[in-house]
Nanobody, 125 residues
Framework: QVQLVESGGGLVQAGGSLRLSCAASGATFRNVAMGWFRQAPGKEHEVVATINWNGVTTYYTNSVKGRFTVSRDNAKNTVYLQMDSLKPEDTAVYYC??????????????????WGQGTQVTVSS
């Protein structure tokens, strides 16, 4: 069982930065891939970035490439999403997710079993 708690969301002006954190409990965190997803009002969930179990392999959706960076610290059971050059279209609730047992990255919501409660990110123009 893995429990996830996100933090770091808030209100920021366009061009600004935020760093999201996701603290995980559970012994399996270090052995599974993690992901960040988001859902904007009226839109479906979309994958933002994912990272494999040891942080070597990452994936970014096209709209955030070059602006967002996903990382993890397995010693602290924490995964991060550094968001720079934020745009109003990045406004959404951001969710942290963990795969059940797989070490490799997944890009689909259905591949992740455990989810955090979400943290709101609002980017003003």
């Amino acid at each position: 069982q893995v429990q996830l708690v996100e933090s770091g969301g808030g209100l920021v002006q366009a061009g600004g930065s935020l760093r999201l954190s996701c603290a995980a409990s559970g012994a399996t965190f270090r052995n599974v891939a993690m992901g960040w997803f988001r859902q904007a009002p009226g839109k479906e969930h979309e994958v933002v970035a994912t990272i494999n179990w040891n942080g070597v392999t990452t994936y970014y959706t096209n709209s955030v490439k070059g602006r967002f960076t996903v990382s993890r610290d397995n010693a602290k059971n924490t995964v991060y999403l550094q968001m720079d050059s934020l745009k109003p279209e990045d406004t959404a609730v951001y969710y942290c997710a963990a795969r059940a047992t797989r070490m490799d990255i997944g890009t689909r919501r259905a591949e992740y079993r455990y989810w955090g409660q979400g943290t709101q990110v609002t980017v003003s123009s």
